[in-house]
């Protein structure tokens, strides 16, 4: 479980969080949705602990960075390092000893080549098919669906709910309602750095609803489209 009492970051002057509380449970799977610049990508970095903040976040393990999987939204890769490499990077870094990872490529990457020379859906594969295998205990997805095709979304939403029936605890981001309707237990609505929603899965449809309201409103109108 993690716990997030008052959690605040600033850059410079700027606030990008404002005393955010949240509570995540053991077996849950958690999505985060809001408007580019809500605070997302901070919050998640807070929690990996690649960022200094104000407030507090506690957990079950003595150090949470080291159970934790993050998938960003824009990977980074050293450019000389292949794809096979980098997976098992990341494995000798949770001290995972690998073997067949040709067999564990489930996304059908070139491994043998250059993680920079891969397009920017196969650099997202690759991330999460590293992290995956790391045996992390809690997974934190920025944005997995974007830029991933049709095939790789449908595999990562089951790879989700298997997580879910293992009782990891996962967060994710998404722009794409749907996906988190179909996996998360509960959803949270952030705003200008701010939870201003928590909702529970029976509740989904209402705030789909008004999100779409809220976002859409008359702007199409005013387009004056003909």
């Not at 104000?54 to 934790?68: E, R, V």
């Not at 450019?79 to 040709?102: D, P």
């Not at 949270?188 to 789909?208: S, W």
């Amino acid at each position: 479980m993690i716990k997030i009492k008052k959690l605040s970051k600033f850059y410079g002057k700027k606030q990008v969080l404002n005393a955010i509380d949240l509570e995540f449970r053991k077996g849950k799977v958690y999505g985060i949705v809001g408007e580019n610049g809500a605070g997302k990508t901070t919050l998640f970095r807070c929690i990996s602990g690649l960022e200094n903040y104000k407030g507090s976040i506690s957990s079950d393990f003595q150090n949470l960075k080291d159970h934790l999987g993050l998938l960003q939204t824009e990977p980074f890769f050293f450019s000389k390092i292949t794809g096979k490499e980098y997976i098992q990077l990341l494995a000798n870094s949770r001290q995972i000893k690998l073997s067949n990872i040709e067999d564990k490529n489930i996304f059908d990457l070139p491994l043998k080549q250059y993680a920079s020379t891969y397009s920017t859906g196969m650099k997202k594969k690759l991330a999460l098919t590293a992290i995956l295998l790391q045996e992390n205990d809690i997974f934190i997805l920025d944005e997995p669906f974007n830029g991933v095709d049709i095939q790789s979304n449908l595999i990562i939403t089951e790879i989700i709910k298997r997580f879910k029936e293992l009782e990891k605890t996962l967060i994710i981001s998404s722009h794409i309602f749907s996906t988190l309707a179909d996996t998360c237990d509960e959803i949270y609505l952030m705003k200008n750095g701010e939870i201003i929603k928590k909702v529970k899965q029976i509740d989904f449809n209402r705030l789909e609803s008004e999100m779409k309201e809220f976002t859409i409103g008359n702007r199409i109108e005013k387009l004056e489209l003909k």
